[in-house]
């Protein structure tokens, strides 16, 4: 990045493949976040290529191929508007249907959510509206999970998502898999995530250590090399009883 020495990545060697969901994982600084923004074209990359079925991404028209992507970042947008408009908008290249919209809640798990606010999916989200409400962190990260199911429904074929179940307790976060990573629709899922409940189900996992790809393979397969992530996921599997 401009202003560092330190490379966020660096002989990085990567192949994703249709129709896997790939998770990353690593401490923090190890680049994770940086990876996707390379993927989504938002960033480009100062040495080296990336390619997609060949063709080198640079060539690419970068608002073209960033449509082929649904992401959650840490950081996601909480707008001012409706509940609807805020799913809408992870495909406003389409009409707002509101029956598609609910089948995103209920995927993302925040069906119930709406239903339970004051004037349903079109409450506005903000206390500084008449008649507005506000939701938990939690909650909003379903809205948002929710937007990217959506633009998913819509034709984007890459789900990504960072950090998604920050914000869920416990309980939501064991339900998350199930409720949301089988029934997302993806054709590719790319994954980010400290919490190792969700990560496990994976169908490879890889571990980035210092800007490299330490670790490459399926859940089983990472916990017998014993290696970082074995480490990881043991010492939060005894925070919460997980075998």
């Not at 330190?6 to 192949?15: H, I, M, T």
């Not at 249907?97 to 506005?124: K, N, W």
């Not at 429904?153 to 920050?166: H, M, N, Q, W």
């Amino acid at each position: 990045y401009p202003g560092s020495s330190r490379w966020a990545l660096r002989g990085l060697d990567l192949e994703i493949r249709p129709g896997e969901t790939l998770a990353v994982v690593g401490f923090n600084g190890a680049g994770k976040t940086t990876l996707v923004k390379l993927l989504c074209g938002l960033q480009r990359p100062t040495e080296g290529r990336i390619t997609v079925g060949g063709r080198d991404l640079a060539t690419l028209e970068p608002a073209a191929w960033q449509r082929h992507f649904a992401v959650v970042f840490q950081h996601f947008n909480r707008y001012p508007v409706s509940f609807a408009e805020n799913i809408a908008f992870g495909a406003p290249q389409q009409p707002a249907d509101r029956e598609r919209i609910e089948e995103s809640a209920r995927a993302a798990g925040a069906e119930t959510l709406a239903r339970r606010l004051p004037h349903g999916f079109d409450t506005v989200l903000s206390r500084r509206y008449p008649d507005g409400d506000d939701l938990s962190g939690g909650q909003w990260q379903r809205v948002a999970v929710a937007r990217a199911l959506h633009a998913v429904r819509a034709g984007a074929p890459c789900l990504v998502l960072d950090e998604p179940t920050s914000a869920l307790d416990a309980r939501a976060e064991a339900r998350f898999y199930d409720e949301v990573m089988e029934r997302s629709g993806a054709s590719m899922t790319l994954l980010i995530s400290h919490r190792f409940a969700t990560v496990r189900h994976a169908d490879r996992i890889i571990t980035l250590d210092g800007g490299r790809i330490t670790e490459d393979g399926s859940h089983d397969e990472l916990m017998r090399q014993e290696g970082v992530y074995a480490q990881m996921f043991t010492l939060q599997a005894k925070r919460f009883h997980v075998d």
